[in-house]
Each structure stands twice: as structure tokens, then as C-alpha cells.
């Protein structure tokens, strides 16, 4: 793209404002938390602070997947309203030009394809093609449907043909299946819930017995043998966090 548009920063796109110091805030209970619960001592923060770079990498990830449901649902409404202002007459730049005020008016101007067609705006002011900012657009979101429809647009505008009835028939397959991944989320949502279950059942378990038996565990604290104990223990959980988290992103994914 040309460097006179300034592309907006994907990490910056992904995070509200407060949100990315929250999710560091969070990463660094969880090192604290382990430190207590395994440890009993601060001295093994140090030693934790792969798992907290690992539980904020963690965080981004969930919320760039939110990110891009919400831009992927809104982005279909975007594209009919374009294959209605094209049918009204509008040329296709000036057809996204007036899109970015209907979906101002439909999900409020602080709404993530309001940014996006805002971008597509400005870039459009200072003469980049359409597809250029579309193609732009699919990259740095990284959205499948996006990217399908940023390739069509860019076919139909080079070889011509109805362009309202070829994004039309575009937004009717991206709605498609938008409406199946909906429908799969919906059925991991409950197995999420059980992993999420599963995650503290361990701590549940074993804060219970500590407060049914005080000084059960005290001979773990405060020795090399019982940091070594838990130090395999703490290895294993996070091994299982870890596949629990890969497995579920992988029926996400093949779903």
C-alpha cells in the first residue's frame, strides 16, 4: 500500500482501550498464583514468567478470535448494503463510501467495520484503488471471508459483469457459512465450559483438602524434595493446559 495511508497496527486493532494492560494484569495473578500455590515463596516469580508471557499470548489469541467473528458478522451486512447502494447507481468506490454511513447508523461509529470502511475512505482520498484497500483490508485481519470476497471483487472489477448481482450472490455464500461456523461455536461453547471446568478442578480439590486438613501439605514448602515435587506437578499441568488448549483450537479449526 502506499505510505501515504498509514495502516492501522493489527495489535492495536484487536485491543480496546485498557484491555491490553488488563490482560498483563491477569497474566501476572496467574504467575502469582502459582507461585503461592506450588511454591509458597515470591523467589520462584522469576522462574514463572514464561507462563505469564504464555498466558498473555493466551488472552491475545481469544481476543483476536473475537475480534474477528464480531468484523466477519459485521462485514456481511457491509457487503449487501454495498449491493444495494451498486444497484441505486453508485460506483463501487462511492458505493463503500456511503456503506460506512449505514453501518454507522446500524453499529454505531465505534463498531470495528466502521474503522475498517473509514480506513477504505481515507484511502480512497488520497487515489488507492479499491481493491488494493480491500486486499489490504483481508490481510491484516487475516479473515477468510474477507480475503474470498476481496479476491472476487478484484476479478469481477478487472474483467467486468454485474457487480451488484456478483456481491450480492458473494454476501449470500459468506452469510452461509458465517451461519455454519455460528452454528460449530455454539457446539464447542459447551465443551470450552467443561475444559474451563476442568482447568481449576485441581486447585478446588486440593484447596479443599488444605482447609479440611491444615498442614497437610506443609511438608512439600520449604525443601528440595518437596519443590521438586511440585515443580513435576506444576510441569504436568501446564503440559495438559497446554494440549487441552491445542485440541480445541483444532476442532475449532477442522469444524
Not at 14 to 37: D, N
Not at 80 to 91: H, M, R, S
Not at 104 to 127: P, S
Not at 176 to 192: A, D, M, N, P, V
Request: aromatic share 10%; hydrophobic share 45%.
Amino acid at each position: 500500500m502506499k505510505a501515504s495511508l498509514r495502516r492501522r497496527d493489527c495489535d492495536t486493532i484487536w485491543w480496546k482501550q485498557g484491555e491490553k494492560a488488563k490482560a498483563w494484569v491477569v497474566s501476572a495473578a496467574a504467575m502469582g498464583f502459582l507461585a503461592y500455590f506450588f511454591y509458597r515463596s515470591p523467589y520462584a516469580l522469576p522462574a514463572l514468567v514464561p507462563v505469564g508471557v504464555y498466558c498473555y499470548r493466551n488472552l491475545r489469541k481469544r481476543k483476536r478470535e473475537r475480534y474477528r467473528q464480531e468484523l466477519t458478522s459485521q462485514f456481511r451486512e457491509c457487503i449487501l448494503a454495498v449491493a444495494a447502494a451498486l444497484q441505486a447507481g453508485y460506483c463501487a468506490e462511492n458505493a463503500f463510501v456511503e456503506c460506512g454511513r449505514d453501518m454507522k447508523m446500524m453499529y454505531g461509529q465505534n463498531a470495528v467495520i466502521c474503522k475498517e470502511l473509514e480506513q477504505i475512505r481515507r484511502g480512497l482520498a488520497v487515489n488507492i484503488t479499491l481493491e488494493e484497500l480491500l486486499s489490504d483490508f483481508a490481510a491484516r485481519n487475516g479473515c477468510e471471508e474477507i480475503d474470498q470476497f476481496a479476491q472476487i471483487f478484484s476479478l469481477a472489477k478487472r474483467n467486468g459483469g454485474n457487480m451488484a448481482a456478483i456481491i450480492k450472490n458473494s454476501a449470500a455464500l459468506i452469510g452461509r457459512k458465517i451461519e455454519q461456523r455460528q452454528e460449530i461455536l455454539t457446539l464447542l461453547s459447551g465443551r470450552r465450559m467443561e475444559l474451563n471446568i476442568m482447568k481449576i478442578m485441581p486447585f478446588g480439590i486440593l484447596a479443599y483438602v488444605g482447609l479440611g486438613n491444615p498442614g497437610y501439605f506443609a511438608p512439600l514448602y520449604g525443601n528440595l524434595a518437596g519443590v521438586g515435587i511440585m515443580t513435576g506437578c506444576l510441569g504436568v499441568y501446564l503440559a495438559a493446559f497446554a494440549l487441552a488448549e491445542r485440541v480445541m483450537d483444532h476442532m475449532t479449526v477442522s469444524g
